[in-house]
Nanobody, 121 residues
Framework: QVQLVESGGGLVQAGGSLRLSCAAS????????MGWFRQAPGKEREFVAA????????IYAASVKDRFTISRDNAENTVYLQMNSLKPEDTAVYLC??????????????WGQGTQVTVSS
């Protein structure tokens, strides 16, 4: 059974940084792309970033490009999201997912429970 467990969320002031982690288990981690999405109250799930199986390719939402960096460690079965220059509008529950390399939620077949990120102004 595939499990994804996010960690690293919290409360940070605008301009600050956080590093999210997502530990995966239950299938061969390196065979699948990984993605980060976020969902704020009352809003649809929004793509943040994705990384291909071997880290050769990454894609980002325009709203986070140049501020966020996605990376993965296939030896540790973990994907990371380094978030710098955080803004109040980045406040959301951040979820990691495993599946195909894409910007759309339907491409991913397993999801974590999410970790809350709150950015104060």
């Amino acid at each position: 059974q595939v499990q994804l467990v996010e960690s690293g969320g919290g409360l940070v002031q605008a301009g600050g940084s956080l590093r999210l982690s997502c530990a995966a288990s239950g299938r061969t981690f390196s065979n699948y792309a990984m993605g980060w999405f976020r969902q704020a109250p009352g809003k649809e799930r929004e793509f943040v970033a994705a990384i291909s199986r071997t880290s050769v390719n990454t894609i980002y939402a325009a709203s986070v490009k140049d501020r966020f960096t996605i990376s993965r460690d296939n030896a540790e079965n973990t994907v990371y999201l380094q978030m710098n220059s955080l803004k109040p509008e980045d406040t959301a529950v951040y979820l990691c997912a495993t599946g195909s390399f894409a910007r759309v939620p339907i491409a991913y077949d397993f999801w974590g429970q999410g970790t809350q990120v709150t950015v104060s102004s």
